[in-house]
């Protein structure tokens, strides 16, 4: 079993950035994904890491704004969100532990509770 904790959300102007922290009870050896998902809306990943190997994917939506990072010492998986426009506005969850071959699927074992994240125009 593993617990996921978010935390780093808030509310800020579009332009502006975050970064949310997910913290894991223990390091696992699977892929972590960030999801996100917006009121009336299906969850949509956002980006993922393979945390052996440090692989990154990313959704079209987020490439060069978004990264995702990990720090295996603190089994702790980042996601640092600059230039945040008000489609960005969701809850933001934690993954762990991918069940399928599309790290987009939200098809993991574990989720956190989530973080919101709010931009303002």
């Known amino acids: 079993q593993v617990q996921l904790v978010e935390s780093g959300g808030g509310s800020v102007q579009a332009g502006g950035s975050l970064r949310l922290s997910c913290a894991a009870s223990?390091?696992?050896?699977?892929?972590m994904g960030w999801f996100r998902q917006a009121p009336g809306k299906e969850r949509e990943g956002v980006a993922g890491?393979?945390?052996?190997?440090?692989?990154?994917y990313y959704a079209d939506s987020v490439k060069g704004r978004f990264t995702i990072s990990r720090d295996r010492a603190k089994n702790t998986v980042y996601l640092q969100m600059n230039s945040l426009e008000p489609g960005d506005t969701a809850m933001y969850y934690c993954?762990?532990?991918?069940?399928?071959?599309?790290?987009?699927?939200?098809?993991?074992?574990?989720w956190g509770q989530g973080t919101q994240v709010t931009v303002s125009s």
């Open positions: 890491i393979y945390t052996p190997a440090g692989t990154t």
């Open positions: 223990r390091y696992t050896a699977s892929t």
């Open positions: 993954a762990a532990n991918r069940l399928t071959g599309d790290w987009s699927k939200p098809q993991y074992s574990y």
